[in-house]
Each structure stands twice: as structure tokens, then as C-alpha cells.
């Protein structure tokens, strides 16, 4: 298994507060990724890093932020979070070349009453 | 944005039989990706095709890259119970300095009957 860690496992908060989710990896890989997953939409990508301090946005980046300032950490945060944003997250990594396959951590199920 | 297709969307099959299911889409794709993923669990790869006409197994699972570039098919040969869970196929077409952004299906729901 790729060593890929998120934490916490799980967390729910209230509608309007903040909340940072993390993704750690011990694997050295450049490329890292956040989606969310929801029924009947399958896995969709919020953002993606191709290296320290370099992110872009992916499919439903609204209302989501990232930074890494590690290889081995990503971090996505909720400035305010909302009740659309109930979902379970999951990391991806994958490393430079042509064939990046994508490993994902365990997930991460957030609720926001 | 891109959209994947999956069939079916469900089965239930008898243990021992054999499983087909496949993904297409309206895009050409340069990788096709499938993975499985068990319940409160993040997806595991199972396997990964990069040409088109690609067949490649692993164990009981065979996937073919079809030769469109439209579609891909996984085959599971003679299912046990650890089957169970839900298949997902992703897409991507860009392979460059910024990584590869897939594009996921929405998942064939299997289940095997004892």
C-alpha cells in the first residue's frame, strides 16, 4: 500500500466554520491530489499540486482552498464551511513520468450540520 | 466537464461466475485506470492500461484499452465473496509537467451470492 495518511478520519462541524483537512505522504511522490465523493457522482477533483507551492484547480474547487509547503503534506481547507460540502474526501498521489497512476489515502468523512 | 459511463450500474452474480463491465466515453483517452473500493475504504488500483488495444491481467482481472480510445472493459473471471464492492474506471488524456487529471466513472456496484 502506498503510504498515504489523512487525518482526521472523521469530522463533523457546524455550517460556517473553518476546517482543514490533511494528506500525508511518506512516498516522495510530486503530484498530489484532493477530491470529493459523493452518491451518484463518483470521485470529482478539487485540486491538485505538481509540486511545493505549485496548485491548481480542479473540477469543484468553489469554496475549497489548498496549500503545500512540504512534498509530504497537503492540506485542503474550508474557509467556511457549508452543508454542500457533507461529503468524504480522499488524497491521491502519484509520481513524475508517464505513468501516473494515482494512489488514495483512506478518506476522510466530514459531515457539516 | 468530461463524463464517464459505466455499465452496468449494478450486479449481483453467483459465486464462481464470471464478471464483465466496461466504461466509455465521448472523449479519447491516453490512460485508462481501474480500481476497486471496498466499503469506508479509499479506492485501491487495480490495474492500468496506456495504449490503446492494451490487454493486461492481473490475477482473476483482465482489462482491455479499447482500441477507440473511447472505452475500456474489465473482466473478472470466476468470482469469490472478496469481490464484492464497487469498480471504478477513470480517464485521463493530458500526461505533462502538471500530472494527470482523471476523470472518474460513477461506479458498477457488484455483489456475489453465496
Known amino acids: 500500500d502506498a503510504g498515504i495518511t489523512q487525518s482526521p478520519r472523521h469530522k463533523v462541524t457546524e455550517t460556517g466554520t473553518p476546517v482543514t483537512l490533511r494528506c500525508h505522504q511518506t512516498e516522495n511522490h510530486r503530484y498530489m491530489y484532493w477530491y470529493r465523493q459523493d452518491p451518484g457522482h463518483g470521485l470529482r477533483l478539487i485540486h491538485y499540486?505538481?509540486?511545493?507551492?505549485?496548485?491548481d484547480k480542479g473540477e469543484v474547487s468553489d469554496g475549497y482552498s489548498v496549500s503545500r509547503s512540504k512534498t509530504e503534506d497537503f492540506l485542503l481547507t474550508l474557509e467556511s464551511a457549508t452543508s454542500s460540502q457533507t461529503s468524504v474526501y480522499f488524497c491521491a498521489i502519484s509520481e513524475y513520468g508517464d505513468t501516473n497512476t494515482q494512489y488514495f489515502g483512506p478518506g476522510t468523512r466530514l459531515t457539516v450540520l | 466537464g468530461q463524463q464517464l459511463n459505466q455499465s452496468p450500474q449494478s450486479m449481483f452474480i453467483q459465486e464462481g461466475e464470471d464478471v464483465s463491465m466496461n466504461c466509455t466515453s465521448s472523449?479519447?483517452?491516453?490512460?485508462w485506470l481501474w480500481y476497486k473500493q471496498d466499503p469506508g475504504e479509499g479506492p485501491v488500483l487495480l490495474i492500468a492500461l496506456y495504449k490503446a488495444g492494451e490487454l493486461t491481467s492481473n490475477g482473476r482481472l483482465t482489462a482491455q484499452f479499447g482500441i477507440t480510445r473511447k472505452d475500456s472493459f474489465l473482466n473478472i473471471s470466476a468470482s469469490i465473496p472478496s469481490d464484492v464492492g464497487i469498480y471504478f474506471c477513470?480517464?485521463?488524456?493530458?500526461?505533462?509537467?502538471?500530472?494527470?487529471?482523471?476523470?472518474f466513472g460513477p461506479g458498477t456496484r457488484l455483489s456475489v451470492l453465496p
Open positions: 499540486s505538481y509540486g511545493v507551492k505549485d496548485t
Open positions: 477513470a480517464g485521463s488524456r493530458s500526461r505533462d509537467n502538471y500530472g494527470q487529471n482523471f476523470v
Open positions: 472523449s479519447i483517452f491516453n490512460t
